[in-house]
C-alpha cells in the first residue's frame, strides 16, 4: 500500500501524524500541501472518496481562511466554487490528509489512522 501524505511541516498534528505512519512502518510519500499542493482534480478526487462533506477540508483555524472570510463564502457558494477554492492555496486545506487512492483521512485522529492505515 503506498500512501501520499500532504502536509505542512510545521504543523504541530501533521508531525504527529507523521511519527505514527512512522511508528507503524508505513511507506508513504511526503508532500508539502503548500510547496506543492494537490491539483484541483486531485482535491476533488480527495473529496469525494473522504465521504465528508467539503467544508471539512478547510483548514477553519488558518489565517488564510480567516483573511479571505472564506466562511462567510461557503454558505452560498457551490462545490465547484469550494474545491476551485481549496486549489487555489494549500493552506487553505485541513491537514494532514492521507490516501492511498481509494481511503482517505483528513486530520489526524489515531483511532481513526489505526482502523483506516494499520491493516
Given at each position: ?54 467544508k471539512k477540508l478547510f483548514n ?60
Amino acid at each position: 500500500m503506498s500512501l501520499s501524505f500532504y502536509w505542512y511541516p510545521k504543523c504541530g498534528t501533521c508531525r504527529k501524524a507523521k511519527k505514527w505512519l512512522d511508528e507503524h512502518q508505513l511507506s508513504y510519500e511526503e508532500i508539502n500541501i503548500v510547496e506543492d499542493p494537490p491539483s484541483r482534480s486531485k482535491i476533488e478526487e480527495i473529496f469525494k472518496n473522504s465521504g465528508l462533506d467539503i467544508k471539512k477540508l478547510f483548514n477553519t483555524s488558518g489565517q488564510k481562511y480567516r483573511s479571505l472570510g472564506v466562511k462567510d463564502i461557503i454558505p452560498t457558494a457551490s462545490e465547484d466554487e469550494l474545491l476551485d477554492l481549496l486549489a487555489s492555496d494549500g493552506m487553505l486545506m485541513k491537514r494532514p490528509i492521507v490516501t492511498e487512492g481509494e481511503n482517505v483521512t483528513v486530520g489526524f485522529k489515531e483511532e481513526e489512522f489505526e482502523h483506516t492505515w494499520h491493516k
